[in-house]
């Protein structure tokens, strides 16, 4: 029963495991739970709250400045058929390619997509195009800045954050190929964890934990309630940071960092960037102490900038979500921008999207920010 009333609680009536609408509103079947709610609604309270943070600042999406008008004589395309739950195959993408005359390779089972980005570079790619998710994406923008070649990407995920970012249009994603013999260069930003590159986000705490659990690519809220309850009986070994005013938090409940700021604004997409040539990591996070706030409340989100960040942690290896992948990274996590360092290329026709306006917050934000990986 409890259970029940979590998801009720959190997530609304319709998503009862039962399929049928909970009446929670009964302020005896309330007052029973509420003592008991009242842990797991502070800690799902603090992961929402980080996506309660400034979203009144609307600005214009801005990838960067345009830099140049650039042709290529060999660009590769690489599909990743996975993503999206198959969004590439069921628009032909591979076919409207052909018809363009781009080179394409489609993943295999079993493939690794950067091995994939590497092969094409070897055989004389200038210009290596990725269709997938913003994991996918990731894995070649690393390829593409290690080989020096230069970089775009087609929106066949399911999300597609990073896409969006860019200006493209997620509704047509064979309009994206339109830069691979010719578009608009720019150098923008990268997030680096370790060996590893990211595009969008790396998260600790209840956002790695959701990650985590095997549902949650279809039911991302749901993982995250679990999580926060799991968090609440027992938060692990912590982890620390320090903030450039030297204030230190080591008692974390939520903690997202960012390839450059982020702006939230609400459903559907939560949050955009407004620029992806800061230099600048974008820091957000709330502390478990904010379990001093009242039920209702949202709790207090600290939020700074800065190129570098040191997470510390107790214990040898700390889970961590990048890009929405779960991994293990060795303690301490240094994180770090690589400013400027990725050439991403954008057909000429591409018009900045405008931040869209929010009118609250739902816990499907935090859940929604960490991105899909396909």
Known sequence: MRADYYRARFLGPSLATDGSVRDTSSKGFEMAHRRNAIGVTVVTAVAVGVAYVLWKRREPHLAAEPEAIV????????INPNSGSGKAKKIDLAGTAANLGIETVVRQKGEKIGKLAKNAVDGGCDHLIIAGGDGSLARVAKVAIERNVAFSCVPSGTRNHFAMDLGLDRSDPAKALDAAFGGVESHIDVGRIGKRVFLNNVSFGVYADAIGKSGYR?????????????????????ISVKQ???????????????????????????????????????????????????ELDLPQVERWSAPTLTVESATEKVPVGIDGSLH????????HIGHGSLRVVLPTGVVKQQIRESSG?????????SGDTA
Do not use: W
């Open 71 to 78: 042709s290529f004589k060999h660009p590769v395309l690489i």
């Open 328 to 335: 293990k990274v060795k303690a301490p996590v240094k994180i």
């Open 218 to 238: 279809s039911h991302k809220a749901e993982s995250l309630v679990e999580a926060a309850g799991e968090n609440v009986k027992d938060p692990g070994a912590g």
């Open 361 to 369: 917050v739902t816990p499907e934000a935090l859940a929604l920010l």
């Open 244 to 294: 450039p005013s030297g204030t230190v938090h080591d008692d974390i409940g939520v903690l997202l960092v960012s390839n450059n700021p982020y702006r939230f604004i609400g459903a559907p997409d939560f949050a955009g960037r407004a620029s992806l040539d800061t230099g600048l990591l974008g820091v957000a996070l709330t502390n478990r102490a904010s379990g001093t706030h009242t």
